[in-house]
């Protein structure tokens, strides 16, 4: 037997997929009855020409024979299992557990990969487990006080939890840690679907069951968590970790993964206290947009925008504006709705959001605008979360001060003037909205930037730019404003602790995040730690 790849077969929108079989054994140049299996390796959608989209699979085929000389490499190749990922064991036997600060992403995939290795991990987390997290979120939604250790930015599964939950990453990885991601998620109540799609997503009302299920794979595994536990201090002796403090509890330890997430602010500080090795690093700052689904949907498609096997269509945009910064859509949610993501008093910040099914009436996604150093003012290193913070207190102004989003439409964003009627694509948000005018909670740069986008995306993109397009502020959140330098050992300036994740400033998503927290438990049970 032999395991080929087929890098790309084209079927017609209305193509059953019962005839990829047939169709694959052409195009290896064999006998149907020599096909033995079909896998669907990768599956997405063509619709360069609107009058013929078509559905392009790639796949692994499994047959009796050899493949004929005359089928080209570019059709298809000899493809070797993939090898699996390889659970690394601890080079010395751990004399204290090790300790995990943060429960999104990385945290659960360090835990996760220390769990396996025999270590035990103990999983810290500010916030709530997924089902109290939930409730508090759906409190602060409905009107009530802002939680500032369990929201959409905190708590289990992490800030990604309340978002699209995409799974697409730029990382390579040949050690086969994005397949163990997506394994692991699938294990845990993921849709298989994730496994093949070129745009696979998981949805907020799907990962919030995930993240439970990683949760109690990495308990049976000998991991605890503890939730409610925000870290207050580490002690250190030698230039290492020697304990991690919450409040009066001292928990023994020489090896912390830290992967609080990039809204931490209160981890940057005490970080900068300890004198861990920082630097400050570049993010993006915008407003979101919101149009109806369909529109963009048509705009995409074509006249078979509704076909069921379509789905809710995405875009990707990007620009420089007129002053040479990058401009760009980011964190592209179709079907979803626009989510208050506040975490601090007196300040509002927004992100979006989508369940699986992606069937809301609007689409929405970040157009936001690179922001550097240089811009923040100052040289302290906490310059760039003082200037996020700056942003977030004038658009909880900008919406009365009671948590609502500020809204303006595209016309009078563009003009300046303060919205006083919305036109026909109506506001997500959840808790409440109020008009506004948001260039007052930008950065003239960014206003400019985030207006000269959205002119120049509506050439590409039909009705993109219409006066209606709903605008809502502010989202600064986009990346962490630090990074925590580590060594080629994956430690920080301080000996014991593995910064991993967004927050730390090494990742840019749910699948980056994951894998580097696994590369940080793997250095944890390497044993490199230095006694």
């Known amino acids: 037997m032999a395991l080929y790849r087929i890098n790309q077969l084209a079927l017609p929108l209305d193509a059953d997929e019962s005839e990829i079989p047939r169709r694959a054994a052409k195009l290896l140049r064999m006998e149907y009855s020599a096909l033995l299996r079909t896998t669907i390796e990768r599956k997405s959608v063509d619709a360069r020409d609107k009058d013929d ?5 790639g796949l692994l085929a499994e047959t009796d024979g050899t493949l004929p000389r005359s089928v080209p490499a570019s059709v298809a190749a000899l493809a070797p299992p993939p090898l699996p990922y390889e659970i690394p064991r601890a080079g010395r036997p751990f004399s204290v557990r090790p300790v995990v600060v943060g429960a999104g992403p990385a945290g659960l995939f360090a835990a996760l990969t220390l769990a396996e290795g025999g270590a035990r991990p103990i999983v810290l987390e500010r916030g709530d487990p997924a089902e109290a997290r939930h409730r508090a979120i759906e409190a602060f939604d409905a009107g009530g006080d802002l939680d500032g250790e369990s929201n959409v930015q905190f708590g289990e599964g992490g800030a990604g939890t309340y978002s699209d939950g995409k799974l697409t990453t730029q990382v390579k990885d040949e050690r086969g840690r994005n ?27 799907r990962l919030r069951s995930v993240v439970v299920g990683l949760r109690r794979r990495i308990e049976s595994l000998g991991g605890d968590f503890r939730f409610r536990c925000r870290v207050d201090g580490i ?30 602010r209160d981890v940057f500080a005490l970080l900068e206290v300890l004198g861990v090795a920082m630097e400050r690093k570049s993010f993006a700052i915008g407003l979101r947009i919101e149009h ?26 990007a620009a420089r504006t007129s002053d040479g910064r990058g401009v760009y859509s980011f964190c592209m949610c179709p079907g979803g709705t626009i989510v208050n993501s506040s975490s601090e008093a007196g300040g509002v910040v927004c992100n979006g959001m989508s369940d699986f099914a992606r069937n809301g009436r609007n689409a929405n996604a970040a157009i936001v605008v690179a922001v550097g150093p ?16 700056r942003w977030e207190r004038l658009a909880f102004a900008a919406g009365g001060g ?49 207006a000269e986008g959205i002119a120049r995306f509506g050439r590409s993109l039909e009705g993109f730019d219409r006066d209606d397009a709903l605008l809502t502020g502010v989202e600064t959140r986009t990346s962490s404003p630090l990074r925590v330098l580590r060594d080629e050992n994956g430690e920080a300036s301080l000996r014991g602790l593995f910064p991993a ?6 990742a840019g998503g749910i699948m980056s995040a994951a894998m580097d927290g696994i590369r940080a438990a793997e250095r944890v049970l ?5 006694k």
């Open 53 to 57: 989209i078509r559905i392009v699979y």
């Open 179 to 205: 397949r163990k991601v997506i394994q692991e998620l699938v294990a845990a109540g993921a849709p298989e679907e994730i496994a093949w799609l070129a745009k696979p997503h998981v949805g907020t009302d």
């Open 235 to 264: 002690d250190v002796g030698a230039g290492a970790v020697r304990a991690v403090r919450v409040g009066t509890e001292r928990l023994e330890t020489d090896a912390v993964v830290l992967a609080p997430g990039h809204s931490a």
């Open 292 to 317: 109806p689904q369909e529109q963009i949907s048509r705009s995409q498609y074509g006249p078979r925008w509704n076909h069921p096997r379509l789905g809710a269509a995405d875009y990707k945009l």
């Open 374 to 389: 240089e811009d923040f003012g100052g040289e302290d290193l906490l310059a760039g979360v003082e200037f996020q913070r």
């Open 402 to 450: 009671a948590y609502s989003l500020p809204v303006q439409i595209f016309r009078d964003f563009r003009a300046g003037n303060r919205t006083t009627a919305l036109g026909g694509v109506l506001p997500t948000a959840t808790r409440g909205y109020a008009l506004a005018e948001l260039g007052a909670c930008l950065p003239p740069f960014a206003a400019r930037g985030i």
């Open 501 to 506: 994740g967004e927050g730390a400033g090494y």
């Open 526 to 530: 390497a044993g490199r730690l230095t």
